[in-house]
């Protein structure tokens, strides 16, 4: 009997020989198994080879050795096979070798002995091809374990795992695919592997995980090619699942919780930071859900790359202006005011000038004014007339083209009063032959006659309050307020005017 110390306190491992053959154990003494009877694990047992019996027999950490008269024969304890046969006869009269003993002091040397003679040997790095050994009996584990850190022997673990559990069949793909991708067989075989034996589910793993192995490198490309053809599967079996024939409950669960895995692995760190950067595969992605009619994902992932524009698009497209307006007002981008205003004016005014009067002065109001050119109802106008109030008195804005433009929705309404009171605050800002002609056209004789007084042409103003308004009440204030501003000669003329009218209005020019 031999027993085996190697790297250890206690025995772990004994051996001996019987006329029947070999019985190897594994000894257990940790001590959760002291206390039981049996501490002997692993029993195996060998017949003797067609060499004979042997006379002696020694045990290392991988090997057991076996004595003959003449020589010794090593045999893996792994599987069970020849590894190397030694001559022990030096001369003629070496004699008989009768005993192989282990060094007490050191188990990885051992001593053959004979009448005549000591042969000591040592085992020299019996454990380097214990991992491959492991291997081809598909054990992937303890081959690891021994590999240790050496990656091709990793990578070629790794492979014959794959193979190992590819061959299974259906039940052990996802094995499969787990392995592959951390082996260094070609991208393109695997792949096509997969895509051959049709298991999308074994292809999207197979993806994921070689992904993950390029978390550390500098590989952008793969990284998003990688990327676009997991999100194609996703889309590809959310598609096929919508459109089964068969829309039970479970099949809804089984879409959402496939938009659910999509969704967290669109947002994961890793994906975003390396695609975000890359605007061509973004369109890429957005392309391919829009080409799967999934709207949904597509908002979902404009929101992640930032792309608050396709968000606002889809939401318009769809006619949900409120949602569109709620994005647009979270993104408190400016530019995105401007452009889509206009659209939001038309569909839901009061709702888009409430949200404009959020942002006050933040926002150009002479950059909203094509949102207001063309609102054609009544209650589009109002709120048109809201907010450039809102920009003229509450922003103090002085730009005569916001000033112009409301005096231009003023002169549309049947009442005066709002023009006239515009007109009583804010003349020096408007371009005043323009209101003029405005005014005229739109017959707001009272704005007119305020108009020709703000531009010093009081006669006029006198004439027209006579002639369009018939109001000589009218015509004698402003011909008391033209006293200060007009030469004698004027205000002759405008006497005049009024002395010759008075007749025939019935009325009087009192105060003047």
Same mark, same amino acid.
């Given at each position: 009997?031999?027993?085996?110390?190697?790297?250890?306190?206690?025995?772990?491992?004994?051996?001996?020989? @019987?006329?029947?053959?070999?019985?190897?154990?594994?000894?257990?003494?940790?001590?959760?198994?002291?206390?039981?009877?049996?501490?002997?694990?692993?029993?195996?047992?060998?017949?003797?080879?067609?060499?004979?019996? $042997?006379?002696?027999?020694?045990?290392?950490?991988?090997?057991?050795?076996?004595?003959?008269?003449?020589?010794?024969?090593?045999?893996?304890?792994?599987?069970?096979?020849?590894?190397?046969?030694?001559?022990?006869?030096?001369?003629?009269?070496?004699?008989?070798?009768?005993?192989?003993?282990?060094? $007490?002091?050191?188990?990885?040397?051992?001593?053959?002995? @004979?009448?005549?003679?000591?042969?000591?040997?040592?085992?020299?790095?019996?454990?380097?091809?214990?991992?491959?050994?492991?291997?081809?009996?598909?054990?992937?584990?303890?081959?690891?374990?021994?590999?240790?850190?050496?990656?091709?022997?990793?990578?070629?673990?790794?492979?014959?795992?794959?193979?190992?559990?590819?061959?299974?069949?259906?039940?052990?793909?996802?094995?499969?695919?787990?392995?592959?991708?951390?082996?260094?067989? =070609?991208?393109?075989?695997?792949?096509?592997?997969?895509?051959?034996?049709?298991?999308?589910?074994?292809?999207?793993?197979?993806?994921?995980?070689?992904?993950? %192995?390029?978390?550390?490198?500098?590989?952008?490309?793969?990284?998003?090619?990688?990327?676009?053809?997991?999100?194609?599967?996703?889309? %590809?079996?959310?598609?096929?699942?919508?459109?089964?024939?068969?829309?039970?409950?479970?099949?809804?669960?089984?879409?959402?919780?496939?938009?659910?895995?999509?969704?967290?692995?669109?947002?994961?760190?890793?994906?975003?930071?390396?695609?975000?950067?890359?605007? $061509?595969?973004?369109?890429?992605?957005?392309?391919?859900?829009?080409?799967?009619?999934?709207?949904?994902?597509?908002?979902?992932?404009?929101?992640?790359?930032?792309?608050?524009?396709?968000?606002?698009?889809?939401?318009?497209?769809?006619?949900?202006?409120?949602?569109?307006?709620?994005?647009?007002?979270?993104?408190?981008?400016?530019?995105?005011?401007?452009?889509? @205003?206009?659209?939001?004016?038309?569909?839901?005014?009061?709702?888009?000038?409430?949200?404009?009067?959020?942002?006050?002065?933040?926002?150009?109001?002479?950059?909203?004014? $094509?949102?207001?050119?063309?609102?054609?109802?009544?209650?589009?106008?109002?709120?048109?007339?809201?907010?450039?109030?809102?920009?003229?008195?509450?922003?103090?804005?002085?730009?005569?083209?916001?000033?112009?433009?409301?005096? =231009?929705?003023?002169?549309?309404?049947?009442?005066? =009063?709002?023009?006239?009171?515009?007109?009583?605050?804010?003349?020096?800002?408007?371009?005043?032959?323009?209101?003029?002609?405005?005014?005229?056209?739109?017959?707001?004789?009272?704005?007119?006659?305020?108009?020709?007084?703000?531009?010093?042409?009081?006669?006029?103003?006198?004439?027209?309050?006579?002639?369009?308004?018939?109001?000589?009440?009218?015509?004698?204030?402003?011909?008391?307020?033209?006293?200060?501003?007009?030469?004698?000669?004027?205000?002759?003329?405008?006497?005049?005017?009024?002395?010759?009218?008075?007749?025939?209005?019935?009325?009087?020019?009192?105060?003047?």
């Amino acid at each position: 009997m031999a027993v085996s110390y190697i790297k250890y306190p206690e025995p772990r491992s004994l051996i001996w020989m @019987s006329g029947a053959g070999i019985q190897y154990y594994k000894i257990d003494l940790s001590p959760n198994r002291f206390d039981k009877e049996d501490v002997l694990t692993e029993n195996t047992f060998r017949s003797h080879t067609d060499k004979g019996l $042997p006379v002696a027999i020694g045990l290392s950490e991988f090997h057991y050795l076996l004595l003959y008269d003449t020589g010794f024969e090593a045999r893996s304890l792994i599987n069970w096979k020849h590894v190397q046969y030694e001559s022990l006869r030096t001369t003629s009269d070496s004699g008989t070798f009768s005993a192989i003993i282990a060094d $007490p002091m050191d188990p990885t040397k051992f001593f053959c002995h @004979s009448k005549q003679h000591i042969i000591r040997f040592k085992t020299h790095k019996e454990d380097r091809n214990v991992w491959k050994l492991y291997m081809g009996l598909k054990k992937f584990e303890e081959a690891e374990k021994y590999a240790g850190n050496d990656q091709a022997k990793l990578f070629e673990i790794a492979s014959a795992e794959g193979d190992y559990y590819f061959e299974l069949g259906d039940k052990y793909v996802l094995n499969a695919a787990q392995s592959y991708a951390e082996s260094h067989r =070609s991208f393109e075989e695997i792949a096509l592997k997969f895509i051959k034996e049709s298991t999308p589910a074994a292809l999207m793993t197979f993806l994921k995980t070689k992904l993950q %192995s390029l978390a550390n490198s500098n590989n952008p490309t793969q990284i998003c090619m990688l990327v676009v053809w997991i999100v194609e599967i996703y889309l %590809s079996e959310i598609f096929n699942l919508e459109n089964q024939q068969n829309t039970a409950d479970d099949d809804m669960d089984s879409v959402q919780e496939v938009r659910l895995d999509l969704r967290e692995f669109l947002k994961t760190d890793f994906v975003i930071r390396n695609i975000k950067k890359n605007k $061509p595969i973004v369109k890429v992605i957005q392309e391919m859900m829009g080409s799967y009619g999934d709207t949904s994902d597509m908002i979902f992932f404009a929101n992640l790359m930032d792309d608050i524009e396709k968000v606002i698009m889809h939401h318009i497209h769809d006619q949900q202006y409120s949602s569109a307006l709620e994005t647009l007002r979270q993104s408190r981008d400016p530019e995105l005011f401007y452009k889509y @205003s206009q659209t939001l004016m038309k569909y839901i005014p009061r709702d888009t000038v409430n949200v404009l009067e959020q942002f006050g002065r933040s926002l150009d109001p002479k950059k909203l004014l $094509p949102s207001f050119i063309h609102c054609k109802t009544a209650e589009q106008r109002e709120q048109a007339v809201r907010y450039l109030q809102y920009v003229v008195f509450n922003c103090k804005c002085k730009d005569e083209a916001i000033h112009n433009f409301l005096l =231009s929705l003023f002169v549309q309404q049947e009442d005066e =009063s709002e023009l006239l009171n515009f007109l009583l605050k804010t003349d020096a800002n408007v371009d005043k032959k323009y209101a003029l002609r405005l005014c005229s056209e739109h017959r707001k004789w009272k704005a007119c006659c305020h108009i020709y007084t703000k531009m010093g042409l009081y006669e006029e103003a006198v004439k027209l309050a006579l002639t369009k308004l018939a109001n000589v009440f009218e015509a004698e204030k402003t011909a008391i307020e033209a006293q200060n501003y007009c030469s004698s000669d004027q205000q002759e003329m405008i006497k005049k005017t009024l002395a010759d009218d008075s007749p025939s209005r019935g009325r009087g020019r009192q105060g003047y």
